[in-house]
């Protein structure tokens, strides 16, 4: 279970920068160190110049889309990569104090996901198509209720299942070390 009082609903993200952003809130979760700090420290792994955070948001937003297409890759694999092998605070810091399981398909594991979210304190982010295109989300279990951490708006929203975001895709699970 996860404490929600706990759970950053202040940032909200300005470009395209749900990968980073719903990571950014497990970060924050785990460590404490501002959601925007991912996106410094995005910046600075990859030698992008930037002057702060917002503009480092907007600058990864713009980067991260094209390293996943150079990569051939998903979104989260290139966060995975982040969190497993850069340098540049935060990414040791949260790999000494959360861990990563990537699920290549979501659809297939709700179940399974869903009963660990309820009996850990862990957080799970998923992809779920919306349109023709992806979006990124944060996804807890309070103890009593599955939680929705959307940084598009500030706010937890209640949801009674994974599947109701629609068709999943790729996901990231969270729990700590």
């Not at 609903?9 to 959601?35: D, E, H, K, M």
């Not at 990414?91 to 399981?101: G, M, N, S």
């Not at 009674?160 to 068709?167: E, K, Q, V, Y």
Request: charged share 15%.
């Amino acid at each position: 279970m996860v404490d929600e009082s706990k759970v950053n609903t202040t940032f909200r993200q300005s470009g395209v920068s749900c990968v980073l952003s719903s990571y950014g809130i497990v970060a924050n979760y785990f460590t404490g160190r501002p959601v925007t700090d991912v996106f410094l420290a995005y910046c600075t792994h990859f030698g992008l110049p930037y002057h702060g955070w917002q503009n480092a948001e907007h600058i990864y937003a713009n980067h991260f889309h094209a390293e996943c297409q150079s990569r051939h890759c998903e979104g989260y694999k290139v966060i995975l990569d982040l969190h497993h092998n850069s340098p540049v605070s935060p990414f040791p810091e949260c790999r000494a104090t959360f861990d990563t399981q990537f699920i290549f398909d979501s659809q297939a594991e709700v179940a399974a996901l869903q009963q660990t979210l309820e009996n850990c304190p862990a957080f799970l982010n998923v992809t779920y198509e919306v349109g023709g295109n992806y979006h990124s989300v944060t996804m807890f279990h309070n103890g009593a209720n599955f939680r929705l951490r959307d940084t598009y708006s500030d706010v937890l929203t209640d949801i009674s299942s994974i599947r109701s975001l629609g068709t999943l895709r790729d996901s990231i699970f969270y729990t700590k070390s």
